[in-house]
């Protein structure tokens, strides 16, 4: 039933001109908000899992190698950024008081 809802808003959001994925959010947040939101999550969880599985693989499968050179070094400078912000942030230098 749940998913005949999503499928439903899908559609519904399609014939009113906007994306079926706004139609199958905004459904998901109903049913989110519903009673029942925690029986439809665990009925379909295995569902959920098959997807999540779908969506890596095609993510990987869109990756392009080439790319990686072009991004190596802005992401290592943003990781030593990053990681020097976050030592500072947990180990501050403390201040002596004569």
């Given at each position: 039933m749940a998913i005949a809802w999503c499928l439903g808003f899908a559609e519904l959001a399609a014939s009113a001109g906007l994306s079926t994925e706004i139609g199958a959010f905004i459904a998901g947040v109903t049913l989110a908000r519903s009673p029942i939101a925690?029986?439809?999550?665990?009925?379909?969880?295995?569902?959920?899992?098959?997807?999540?599985?779908?969506?890596?693989?095609?993510?990987?499968?869109?990756?392009?190698?080439?790319?990686?050179?072009?991004?190596?070094?802005?992401?290592?400078?943003l990781t030593f950024i990053v990681s020097s912000y976050i030592i500072v942030q947990r180990y501050p230098t403390p201040i002596a008081i004569n």
């Amino acid at each position: 039933m749940a998913i005949a809802w999503c499928l439903g808003f899908a559609e519904l959001a399609a014939s009113a001109g906007l994306s079926t994925e706004i139609g199958a959010f905004i459904a998901g947040v109903t049913l989110a908000r519903s009673p029942i939101a925690q029986f439809i999550g665990e009925s379909l969880k295995p569902l959920r899992d098959f997807f999540l599985i779908i969506f890596f693989f095609s993510l990987g499968a869109s990756f392009d190698l080439r790319m990686l050179s072009s991004v190596f070094v802005p992401a290592i400078l943003l990781t030593f950024i990053v990681s020097s912000y976050i030592i500072v942030q947990r180990y501050p230098t403390p201040i002596a008081i004569n």
